[in-house]
């Protein structure tokens, strides 16, 4: 079998010939089964595609009408004749127009005939340019270009960061690349018969290097880099670009780190954990920590928010976050905690729009937390969503603003005065519950992780009423499940915190 590139496939090959490899031979690979966040984001992509296409007129859309059961050459046949003659009647703008030379086979978001040629435009549902969007435009030029189509001009179709809902400047930027992706074309040329053997060859041995982190972290990074905890990458705050310079110095263990190296206290903390193999506690916390301990009413505070590349309320933007749930712990000054959430739904009716969650968050966290003398946040999340809050209510503004003076941020503490070997380099809510407490993990629940539970959010919000009622019930409960475990896991740190400050 004679394997071809798609576009998508070049983009992979671009990034490292062994993941194009993996893509083609092992389509049912488990690392390539998109997750309920990686299908949430595609069908985002989707529907910006869709209203994309609203910004033109009379455009003429190839394959519509082609059924998605049709034989996959025998479709991509119709459609490559399908845009010659469209091409040739004349139109002026072509949406998934069909091009296939030197092996590879594309299909653009939209082409645009201009003065003197055609603009080749793709459509992204991310609010600015990435350096990875290149190499998508520019096989696309040179596919176009071989089949006789004189592309002038490439752009970048994506959404407008400036834009507020409802109709508050432009949805959409319409970003010139054309002189990016010149600069790309003798490299796409160059790389076509290349990733063209790869894929008709052996898997391929690539190096491991700044390429794994391309477009985030490649779905086959753990068949790649070793699982050692020791290993460079988990040394704190150490990040792509300094993990590969630490192994271009030789230096693959933080074991191996030289004596005398230049390291922040808190890398040289978790050294000495890691060496010793134990928990590292510093003098200061307790005079860390001080600040919840001397409250008589102590809140735990956690938000989920949901975000939508559409807009779909006032004031909001491409992406923006919108807090649509709670959990809220209390100590009582009896030692007894109580805990109260608020979880954001949609209607029953499908054709019903979701109403704003704003408003109703506000009040009852307002409710919830008004007795209490401090509030505990891990990292500044909550403090940021609640200023959002105050920024669209204006008259509940003052009351929030109480609120946010009471916050108390309990990451720092752990991070400047803690640290396990078990916490790998992070210090994530997450990664040091359970070194800490270890009575208590997120294993036993759902839902686990914040993009997860945002996604779950849509769900309940955008289209509850077409999931069954059985099934939004068990949704409803996994993310009070997750949200309250959130909050749950602070009262617990702050527990052993003093334990061990003691």
Known sequence: MTHSLTKSGFVAGWQCPKLLWWREHE????ELEPDVVLRDLFDQGLLVDGRARTEWQNGVIIGDGMSAGDDRDARDAARLTATQSAIASGASVLFGATFEADGVLCVV???ERNADGWTLIEVKSASEVKDYHLPDVAVQVHV???CG????????MHLNRDYRHPGVGNLFVRTDVSAEVSGLLGDVADRIPRLL??????LPDHPVGEHCWFHGQCAFFARCWPDDPDHI???WNVGPKKTLEWMAKGVSRMSEIPAGARLHEKQQRQMKAQRENRLIVEPGLGDAIRPALEAKRLGFLDFETVSRALPVWSGLGPWHQTAAQFSYHEQQPDGTVTHVDFLAEGPDDPLDPPDDPREPIARAMLAATANADRIVMYTPFERTQIKALAAHLPHLAPQLAELIDKLWDLKP???????????LGSFSLKDVLNPLVPDLSYNDLVIVDGKTASVEIARLLFVSGRIPRHERDRIRRDLLDYCR????????LVERLAELAR
Not at 27 to 30: C, G, K, N, Y
């Open 27 to 30: 389509p049912d690979a488990p």
């Open 109 to 111: 978001d939209a082409l």
């Open 144 to 146: 176009a270009r071989r």
């Open 149 to 156: 189509v004189h592309v002038t001009r490439a752009e970048l």
């Open 197 to 202: 053997a790869t894929l008709n060859g052996a």
């Open 233 to 235: 990458r988990n040394l």
């Open 413 to 423: 503490p752990i991070e400047q005065n803690v640290y396990h070997p078990r916490f």
């Open 485 to 492: 475990r959130d909050t749950f896991a602070t009262v617990r």
